[in-house]
């Protein structure tokens, strides 16, 4: 591990100087992480840079071939699939421990073109309980499966899911240090069958929130990342800095988003809303990063001596592409064609174009490895900090964004007990709907019991945390929860339309996920050099 580079342990002209080009070995010594990470200082949650790594170093290497719908109860070094959901989602729940928590596994079929799944895909959603608004939500996801052929799939997407992690890390810790909980419902998806058409996105969205689609705020999609700003191809100094690439729902009609102009215009004008706050967070988290003293990247020169540079100034903010969503092919598309705002956070993706940057990382490829990742951040396949850096700038644009009271807010811990209302699936008239009182739990005493009385609306009452009901008729009703519990009472009420055909979200790119991809012979893949190492320049009380 690097060294830090403490205010008092060298003069700060030695700093300066690195920072204006002056020559330094390979050991340098230089910060991996910041003196903190709980936030107060910048006025959000704060990611730790190290824990996004680590975890993405041990899930890509431990949980390996994760072809979603052939997992039958296999070791993980043969078909990892589950065993990364089952690690996901107890690390999920224990960064979020004290916020009421709660996982669903939710289960559908899937498969490729030609062969059929075995075993039934599903989707992981892990639900903190909202404040003030718990109807209301927003959904961070990502993928976990791989291609037929993966090995790590450490790009596309294991850094989603370590993403994920790392958000729900620094804002478990923020909102235990500030005394607050989220104003907003918070559901983390990893989504299964993304490679095999977005087929567990689909099913979400056509099926699981289907009549909760109006109650999302916000969707963020944590999507093939590492390969991006502050890095630069190959750690070399000569190279410019990668591009990152933060998509956007758009504002009018496009052929991937046809549907947009017809958007109320109260739904177009919160995408306006959302696209203007994403915007924001770009100059708003390059602040943040060198307030929390991270000032400088040493990179290699074409004699293989490091020098450092300078990062997150505001004239490098160009390098951060913030645009419409015009390449689809991952989970947000079928959120944006519903009409929610979303956001895709990630780097390059122009490995199958006609004209690959330099950079193409080979995603859907067996060579989509930690150390290839690490190669294309620094030249050799030891940690990146570079990488690590990239992947921990998509944390904090998320914990920003979710920090804003427009997207999920926070609030003070209230008096009485927490509790929301679990996904509205499929609202159609007489079919028989499951609710469940999700994330219960009382902030003033953990060990409280709860009594969780329904009102559907139409006249009926029931009682329990599960429950069934079917709606008779078609109409709009008011879906009620009252939680009690020693502290106090709690509500949440739902609007629920009851219709004869609810809605059904097309995927244009059902049917030809083959299993196997065609490498691009315009790639060129390089080769590690092991001798090469690149450091973190920090600088207290930036």
Same mark, same amino acid.
């Given at each position: 591990m690097a060294r830090r580079i403490f205010g008092l342990s060298i003069p700060i002209l030695c700093i300066l100087s690195l920072l204006m080009g002056q020559s330094a070995r390979a050991n340098t010594p230089a910060a991996t992480q910041p003196p903190s990470v709980s936030g107060p200082a910048i006025g959000f949650a704060a990611v730790d840079p190290d824990y996004i790594y680590n975890q993405l170093d041990y899930m890509a290497t431990h949980f390996l071939h994760r072809e979603s719908g052939f997992d039958t109860n296999l070791p993980p070094a043969v078909n990892g699939h589950d065993e990364l959901a089952d690690y996901w989602t107890h690390e999920m729940l224990d960064n979020l421990q004290g916020f009421g928590p709660q996982s669903w596994h939710d289960p559908f079929w899937s498969g490729w073109a030609h062969r059929p799944a075995v075993v039934?895909?599903?989707n992981v959603e892990v639900t903190v309980p909202g404040a003030i608004h718990p109807e209301q939500e927003v959904v961070i996801g990502c993928h976990y499966d791989a291609m037929a052929n993966s090995t790590q799939s450490a790009n596309d997407d294991t850094s989603g899911c370590a993403i994920e992690l790392g958000v729900a890390h620094a804002l478990g810790q923020y909102w235990q240090h500030m005394h607050l909980v989220p104003a907003r419902t918070l559901r983390f998806v990893i989504f299964d069958g993304e490679e095999q058409d977005m087929i567990g996105s689909l099913h979400y969205v056509n099926t699981t929130v289907n009549g909760d689609l109006s109650n999302i705020v916000a969707m963020i999609n944590e999507e093939q990342n590492g390969v991006a700003y502050p890095g630069r191809f190959l750690g070399n100094l000569a190279n410019p800095f990668m591009p990152y690439y933060l998509d956007l729902t758009p504002t009018h009609s496009t052929l991937l988003y046809p549907g947009i102009d017809k958007l109320p215009v109260s739904q177009q004008a919160k995408i306006r809303q959302f696209r203007e706050r994403m915007a924001?967070?770009?100059p708003a988290v390059f602040h943040a990063f060198r307030?929390?003293?991270y000032v400088g990247l040493t990179y290699h020169d074409g004699s293989g001596h490091d020098l450092a540079r300078p990062i997150f100034l505001p004239d490098q903010a160009s390098n951060i592409r913030v645009e419409d969503d015009k390449s689809g092919a991952s989970d947000e598309v079928l959120f944006s064609r519903a009409g929610i705002p979303s956001a895709t956070l990630g780097g390059d993706y122009t490995y199958y174009t006609n004209h690959p940057t330099p950079w193409a990382f080979? $995603?859907?490829q067996p060579e989509d490895t930690m150390e290839l990742l690490n190669t294309y951040a620094l030249g050799g396949g030891h940690k990146s900090n570079a990488m690590m850096l990239s992947l921990a700038f998509t944390a904090m644009l998320t914990t920003w964004a979710l920090q804003q009271p427009d997207i999920l807010g926070t609030?003070?811990?209230p008096s009485g007990p927490l509790a929301t209302i679990s996904d509205v699936a499929y609202p159609k008239v007489n079919m028989p709907l499951a609710f469940h009182a999700t994330g219960a739990y009382d902030p003033h005493n953990p060990q409280a019991h709860f009594i969780f009385h329904w009102n559907f609306g139409d006249g009926n009452q029931a009682s329990?945390?599960?429950?069934?009901?079917?709606?008779?008729?078609?109409?709009h009703y008011t879906l009620t929860l009252i939680t009690t519990s020693s502290s106090g009472t709690s509500e949440v009420r739902k609007e629920v339309d009851i219709v004869e055909h609810p809605t059904q979200y097309p995927n244009? $790119?059902?049917g030809f996920a083959p299993g196997i991809n065609s490498p691009n012979?315009?790639?060129?893949?390089?080769?590690?050099?092991?001798?090469?190492?690149d450091h973190i320049v920090y600088e207290s009380g930036s």
């Open positions: 039934p895909s599903f924001q967070a770009v307030e929390l003293g080979p $995603y859907d609030a003070p811990v329990g945390a599960d429950v069934m009901h079917t709606y008779t008729e078609t109409g244009q $790119y059902r012979p315009k790639v060129h893949i390089p080769v590690p050099d092991d001798t090469l190492r």
